[in-house]
Nanobody
């Protein structure tokens, strides 16, 4: 069964760092571009970063571009999101998904989604 599983979320103080991981099973992740999304309470889900299938190109939204780094290890079937200088407004449920990655990250009906991992930035 094809699935994506996120991990690495948690509670961190402002200014801290977390590294999220998106592990694929049941399919070869290297055939797909992958994106990270987040949804805060009461807000719509937003795309924040994506990486092409071979890792040659990435995109990140302006609010995280200088702080978050997306990367991948196709041998491990995994994509990462290194989040630095975290702010309270980064608090959200974070999801990974297979996407079309260009000037933004877009998903379709056949794309895979994970269940999400919670990131809370607070003192």
């Amino acid at each position: 069964q094809a699935r994506l599983v996120e991990s690495g979320g948690g509670l961190v103080q402002p200014g801290g760092s977390l590294r999220l991981s998106c592990q694929a099973s049941g399919f070869t992740l290297s055939s797909y571009a992958v994106g990270w999304f987040r949804q805060a309470p009461g807000k719509e889900r937003e795309a924040i970063s994506c990486i092409t299938d071979n890792g040659g190109s990435t995109w990140s939204t302006g609010s995280v571009r200088e702080r978050f780094i997306i990367s991948r290890d196709n041998q491990q079937n995994r994509v990462f999101l290194q989040m630095n200088t975290l702010k309270p407004e980064d608090t959200a449920q974070y999801y990974c998904a297979t996407v079309t990655c260009g000037f933004g990250a877009r998903t379709g009906v056949n794309d895979y989604w994970g269940q999400g991992t919670q990131v809370t930035v607070s003192t």
